[in-house]
């Protein structure tokens, strides 16, 4: 099945890619993918997810475009089945179908196209990727759709959690993250995801990322949607702990995806009519909504700190704002269920963004420019917090984790009154520049995927148009 034929091989190019059909994870990677067979247009692309992550990405239809097919997979959910509402449910039924589901999917591509697989490029997560390219001795490329910092975290699982079995809960609470390589000392060992430390180590999630931390160094290389600049520390370590290690982002400046340009609720528009630096803007991403009296507390703040505002929350919330509140603040608020937010950061007029930390969020706000509110809730949004407001140096945490009125008030003071705040935003600025070089001409980002279209396409001769 993964044998070459006597062609060229750029014609014979058939790629698979397996994607991670839950949250986040499988749009970035389609995101790379339309770049990579923008880029190599006489090879072909299979993408394989569920029926429902692939009409998510791809729309209703979801046949794929130009050389990119995708390919629907079982989801693992036995006909009739009644879910449990436990957490987690969807992806152990997934997963529990997980590789045989792939490969089903792979042998009916191979039908489809007369093609064997010359290449995998797996989210991360997908480990069983790395058994099948070495069953067809071909390239495995697994993609990290997060920050370098967790995934160092995971790389180092056992030497994290044999570090802190030696030490007493309070030593915990203050021990420097600096003795796993690469890791800035301003982390610390409460700042790793629980999957790693502090969660149920029995869980099948926490079994998969730690599953995934054993295997991905077998990559022929690891893409991240990230730049060197952004964690030298960690890209020198990575550099020697991977065959190859290529940031290939930030994906919001490389993309030419027209969804970014999709304003239903006409954002936009309403920024146009404020000033410049005069908006907050809120949303904490597509899976995570804080709890009742958190959302009281953050539209008490907005309310009482004057500031117009725009926020992205879905209207089955909209009942547990205060009452009144949507009327009382209409004429410098707005509140949509769903908003164009790598856009609206970009926007001059937005000066704070408050935010759950996931990795999409924190990098979109790196290259608008925008400083940040951290209010994490699970996986490596604590870690990205911690990067935000104690290594970059960028933003601030929401006082003792959560969002309370008085915390939030010192937070909008701090970063538009005082030299706090003029730091950060001078320091946003600065990662903003940085990622604007990485993806340019001869950047580290555009030389990392002149190397990673190189390893899928099997040509070594590939230069920067």
Known sequence: MGEMGEETPTYTNHVAVLAFPFGTHAAPLLNLTRRLAASAPNATFSFFSTAKSNCSIFGPQHHGF????????????????????????????????????YRKGIEEAVLDTGKGITCFLSDTLIWHAADMAQEMNVPWIPFWTAAAGSLCAHLYTDLIRETAAKLNDSGLETLPLNFVPGMPSALSIKDVPMEVL?????????????????TVTRGTAVAINSLEELDPSITKHFKSKFQDYLPVGPFNLTSSSTTSNVDPHYCLTWLNKNKPSSVAYVSFGTVTTPPPHELIALANALENSGMAFLWSLKDNFRDRL?????????????????????????????????????????????????????????????????????????????QNGVLSEDGLMDAFDMILSNDQGKNMKEN???????????????????????????????SSSLKPC
């Open 322 to 398: 205060p009452q009144g509140f949507v009327n009382r603040t209409s004429r410098r608020g707005l509140i949509v269920p769903w908003a164009p937010q790598s856009k609206i950061l970009e926007h001059p007029s937005v000066v704070v963004f408050i935010t759950h930390c996931g990795w999409n969020s924190v990098i979109e706000s790196v290259t608008g420019g925008v400083p940040m509110i951290c209010r994490p809730f699970f996986g490596d949004q604590k870690m990205n917090g911690r990067l935000v407001s104690d290594v970059w140096q960028i933003g601030v945490q929401a």
């Open 428 to 458: 946003v600025v600065a990662l903003k520049e940085l990622a604007v070089k990485a993806v340019g001409e001869k950047g580290s980002s555009t030389m990392n995927f002149y190397t990673l279209l190189g390893i899928v396409t099997g």
């Open 198 to 214: 502090g969660g149920d180590l029995n869980s099948t999630f926490s079994h998969l990322m730690h599953q995934m931390a054993r």
């Open 66 to 101: 130009g050389n990119i097919k995708a390919y629907n997979i079982d989801d693992g959910v036995p006909e009739g089945y009644v879910f449990a509402g436990r957490r987690m449910e969807d992806i152990e039924l997934f997963l529990s179908a997980t590789p045989g589901n």
